[in-house]
């Protein structure tokens, strides 16, 4: 069973199409989170949604825009998509507030971006 | 503004040799560092953290290196395997929120049989 899956797992699409990445975590945590890949492999958190809230909106164009319809689902529609958003986008959650492992960022596969 | 430096870029080690990944780090409202293990076409995958009460702090062949003073930490794994071949990256994060980490630029390890 795949703790957090996302999908699609591949998505090459023409510059100013939307586009939509959904992801599922069945580990009952209550934090999930968007992070991006570059083509130099560095990770940048985009956003986090505590219990469907979004709590961490990072630097991000307004074109990217995530929705979470209950804890264990976070989902990133992409508007307009550009050159520059080719990427891996990676969903992963968490338990929130422990200490040591807790806390503890869960990764799914990503989700590789490529724009035309 | 890089938060968080990482070093080398690549790192090619003869099997059961150690391997040292070395970070810095510059905010010192940071008070949580893991270490994250990415294989190719997979997601990061949590390795080892340290939080800084502590200097040190090993778990199997993986043990990491806390100076406070210096604002570094170090990532030692011993007796490196070529299944140890992978990306690893440290990051750092403050507070309860774990999971906002700012990640390093990332290290790639070969493990050569």
């Known amino acids: 069973d795949t703790a957090v899956s996302q999908t699609p797992k591949y998505l090459v699409t023409q510059m100013g199409n939307d586009k939509s990445i959904k992801c599922e975590q069945n580990?009952?945590?209550?934090?999930m989170y968007w992070y991006k890949q570059d083509s130099k492999k560095f990770l940048k958190i985009m956003f986090s949604?505590?219990?469907?809230?979004?709590?961490i909106n990072e630097t991000v164009p307004n074109r990217f825009s995530p929705k979470s319809p209950d804890k264990a689902h976070l989902n990133l529609h992409i508007n307009s998509l550009e050159l520059g958003d080719s990427a891996v986008y990676f969903c992963?959650?968490?338990?929130?507030?422990?200490?040591?492992?807790?806390?503890?960022?869960?990764f799914g596969e990503g989700s590789r971006l490529t724009v035309l | 503004q890089q938060q968080v430096k990482q070093s080398p870029q690549s790192l090619i080690v003869q099997k059961g040799g150690i391997s040292i990944i070395n970070c810095a780090y510059e905010?010192?409202?940071?008070?949580?560092f893991p270490w994250y293990q990415q294989f190719p076409g997979k997601g990061p995958a949590l390795l080892i953290a340290?939080?800084?009460?502590?200097s040190e702090k090993k778990e199997g062949r993986f043990t990491i290196s806390f100076n406070k003073s210096a604002k570094q930490f170090s990532l030692h794994i011993m007796d490196s395997q070529p299944g140890d071949s992978a990306t690893y990256f440290c990051?750092?994060?403050?507070?309860?929120?774990?999971?906002?980490?700012?990640f390093g630029q990332g290290t790639t390890l070969q493990v050569k049989p």
């Open positions: 949604y505590n219990n469907k809230e979004l709590i």
């Open positions: 992963a959650s968490s338990q929130e507030g422990g200490q040591g492992r807790t806390g503890e960022l869960f």
């Open positions: 340290i939080r800084p009460d502590v």
């Open positions: 990051a750092a994060s403050k507070g309860s929120n774990t999971g906002k980490l700012i």
């Open positions: 580990l009952g945590h209550d934090t």
């Open positions: 905010n010192t409202a940071f008070d949580y």
